[in-house]
């Protein structure tokens, strides 16, 4: 069992958190991490890079030159790969790179990715970010709070709009909210800054429960 510092924004420890991370498995194995992020990369490919072939290019169809009698090879039309402006053999046409894994696999990837950060001591919950109002100036402050200078991924509740809207245009900061983190968010970056609201989310999603604790 894992005991978890809660902050607020001023960087004050409130409460701790007991998550039992030995549910999350034993050991993180990079494997299944390896081929999660695989996965979201293949995923986010555009699959647009094509190239025409010699059915495809412009040019007339004509034979350049009879076949014999001109001391030059054999030439059946100008649209050959052979020939400058020609087409081209083998090139890449439009396809969709994008394929799933086992819904149980993803689960515990993302497990797995947590396992690590809180093992790593980059893992930092807070008790809330409530602004009244989006304002990056005030979600920069709390960062100055915490100590978390750069990449860092910032995971909200579905309350937190103005959170979202604060930190989403702050170099080097991924924010993200609690339902749609994976894998490759959380490895992408070198501390998880989590809402409390968010970690009971994540903690369904990966099958696991928080217990608060004592101050």
Known sequence: MADLKVRNKEGKELEVLQFEDNQLGKYVNRQLLRDSIVMYQANNRQGTASTKTRAEV?????????????????????????WRKGGVVFGPKPRDFSYSMPKKALRKALGNALLAKIRDNKL????????????????????????????????????????????????????????????????????????????????????????????
């Open 124 to 215: 930092h919950i807070l008790d809330k970010l409530d602004f009244e109002q989006p304002k990056t100036k005030d979600m920069l402050e709390v960062l100055k709070n915490l100590d978390l200078k750069d990449s860092t991924t910032i995971v909200v509740g579905p309350s937190d709009t103005n959170a979202y809207l604060s930190a989403r245009n702050i170099q080097k900061i991924n924010v993200c909210r609690a339902g749609d983190l994976n894998t490759r968010d959380i490895l992408a970056c070198k501390d998880l800054l989590v809402t409390k609201e968010a970690f009971a989310i994540l903690g369904k999603r990966v099958g696991v429960e928080t217990k608060g604790g004592a101050n």
């Open 58 to 82: 412009a040019g007339s169809g004509r034979k350049p030159w009879r076949q014999k009698g001109t001391g030059r090879a054999r030439a059946g039309t100008g649209r050959s790969p052979l």
